[in-house]
């Protein structure tokens, strides 16, 4: 006797993945947006313990500021007041006598390299930049060679103080 043969037809079964779409469709969104705001940035700082004296600092550190004025250019420490004032007459400036007051203030202070340019409201542009590339660096004649020394390359910029107008100088 012959066993009778069944033929077996396996149908392929499609596996359905549209509800593990529908979860990447929204954990993938989400996964990116929640990883820009879980950076992590360390401030280090140094506090006085609670019962500790302050320390007076026996070297005086400088903290230099260039007031940025239409009538005038004002080097100031924000410590001690004004150091030197350059009058400016419709736009010139002595930019010689200018860098000779950066340069000295350099030499006694060679460990600074910061300086804040506090400007006026209406200050153009390309005075600006002629001040910064002023106070970054100067040329220095040595002889018979030019030598270009660093002044104060880290620049931070911000507004001048207001003049109450007793202080305003006459034009």
Known sequence: MKLARRKHIEKTVELDITAFLNLMVILIPFLLITAVFSRMTVLELNLPALNSK???????????????????????????????????????????????????????????????????????????????????????????SVETVELFPNISIGDAPELAP???PAS
Do not use: C, H
Request: no cysteine; net charge positive.
């Open 54 to 144: 302050v320390k007076q600092e026996e070297k005086v550190k400088l903290q230099l500021e260039l007031v940025i004025r239409k009538n005038a250019f004002v080097i100031q420490d924000a410590n001690l007041g004004v150091i030197k004032r350059f009058a400016r007459q419709q736009g010139d400036t002595d930019w010689n006598a200018f860098s000779n007051v950066l340069l000295e203030i350099k030499r006694r202070f060679p460990d600074s390299t910061s300086i804040t340019l506090l400007l006026e409201k209406n200050t153009r542009y390309k005075t600006l930049i002629a001040v910064m590339d002023r106070v970054r660096s100067t040329d220095v004649v040595q002889f018979t």
């Open 166 to 168: 007793a202080q305003e």
